[in-house]
T-cell receptor, first 112, second 115 residues
């Protein structure tokens, strides 16, 4: 069964304190792994798509990496505005529906 | 980037009434759209896949007669919550991928409150 697990559930950081969020997955042939940011009361905002192990993508203070079993979202010198819930999702290669499997999310709070 | 809109952003209705939520892809055509439901502090739960020109595909446990989905055009899908009850109160979000692509772009969500 396809499954996505994110850890930790919640993370509190001081401004400038770098850290990483983890997304572990089991899927029958990974077609894509997606990171989204969600602010309270809003829809998820697309961040990154990763397709193959070893791939990395960056956007401002965020960097996403991918291995055959997990993905990390590295946050370098975070700011309070980075506070949000970060969602990881995978798309199975056996899917013909485009259905994403979501993790439970990591809620990040960055204190000034 | 691809933009998806939803209308209304918030709706409050009385128990027993029906509510329609619109999802539009503003700058691209979407043959497929997805409808999700999200409970407080929980992740997204896929309700159904909306297909332009054909019937929607519902996830197990989702009542198709209660949550009516119509994909009227390549840029519009609607979700109608029929005979709404307080337990239907939730945050409903739609998404759509660019044609031929895998990345889904999400709408801003609709907060439904049933009194």
């Amino acid at each position: 069964e396809d499954q996505v697990t994110q850890s930790p559930e919640a993370l509190r950081l001081q401004e400038g304190e770098s850290s990483s969020l983890n997304c572990s997955y089991t899927v029958s042939g990974l077609r894509g792994l997606f990171w989204y940011r969600q602010d309270p009361g809003k829809g998820p905002e697309f961040l990154f798509t990763l397709y193959s192990a070893g791939e990395e993508k960056e956007k401002e203070r965020l960097k996403a990496t991918l291995t055959k079993k997990e993905s990390f979202l590295h946050i370098t010198a975070p700011k309070p505005e980075d506070s949000a819930t970060y969602l990881c999702a995978v798309l199975s290669g056996s899917s013909n529906t485009g259905k994403l499997i979501f993790g439970q999310g990591t809620t990040l709070q960055v204190k000034p | 980037g691809a933009v998806v809109s939803q209308h209304p952003s918030r709706v409050i209705c009385k128990s027993g009434t029906s509510v329609k939520i619109e999802c539009r892809s503003l700058d691209f055509q979407a043959t497929t759209m997805f409808w999700y439901r999200q409970f407080p502090k929980k992740s997204l739960m896929l309700m159904a896949t909306s297909n332009e020109g054909s019937k929607a595909t519902y996830e197990q446990g989702v009542e198709k007669d209660k949550f009516l989905i119509n994909h009227a055009s390549l840029t519009l899908s609607t979700l109608t919550v029929t005979s709404a009850h307080p337990e239907d109160s939730s945050f409903y979000i739609c998404s759509a991928p660019l044609t031929g692509a895998d990345t889904q772009y999400f709408g801003p969500g609709t907060r439904l409150t049933v009194l």
